[in-house]
């Protein structure tokens, strides 16, 4: 069984950075894939960026140029660096990982999820 713990998250002003981690711990045999998704009130929920151990990247159109996607490998762990934040990137964040599991079984965990809130 994998497990993601987010961080991170918090209350910032229009035009300022938060930085996300999302650690993944249990028996992880290889990583996959990894990224953020986020859910507005009212909204369905919508993909923010993914990254392959390849690195590889894709952010949506709203976040791009403003939001960095990262990963470490030997952590395990995947970041979501977000700057020029906007009201409207208000919502709860949840973070996923994909992969292999030492007994050799795909597996996709999310996170808890951690809320942002920009004000303007």
């Known amino acids: 069984q994998v497990q993601l713990v987010e961080s991170g998250g918090g209350l910032v002003q229009a035009g300022g950075s938060l930085r996300l981690s999302c650690a993944a711990s249990?028996?992880?045999?290889?990583?996959?894939?990894m990224g953020w998704y986020r859910q507005a009130p009212g909204k369905q929920r919508e993909l923010v960026a993914s990254m392959s151990t390849g690195g590889s990247s894709n952010y949506a159109d709203s976040v791009k140029g403003r939001f960095t996607i990262s990963i470490d490998n030997a952590k395990n762990t995947v970041y979501l660096q977000m700057d020029t934040l906007k009201p409207e990137d208000t919502a709860v964040y949840y973070c996923?990982?994909?992969?292999?599991?030492?007994?050799?079984?795909?597996?996709?965990?999310w996170g808890q999820g951690t809320q942002v809130t920009v004000s303007s």
């Open positions: 249990g028996s992880i045999f290889r990583l996959n894939d």
């Open positions: 996923y990982e994909q992969g292999i599991t030492t007994s050799y079984s795909r597996f996709q965990s």
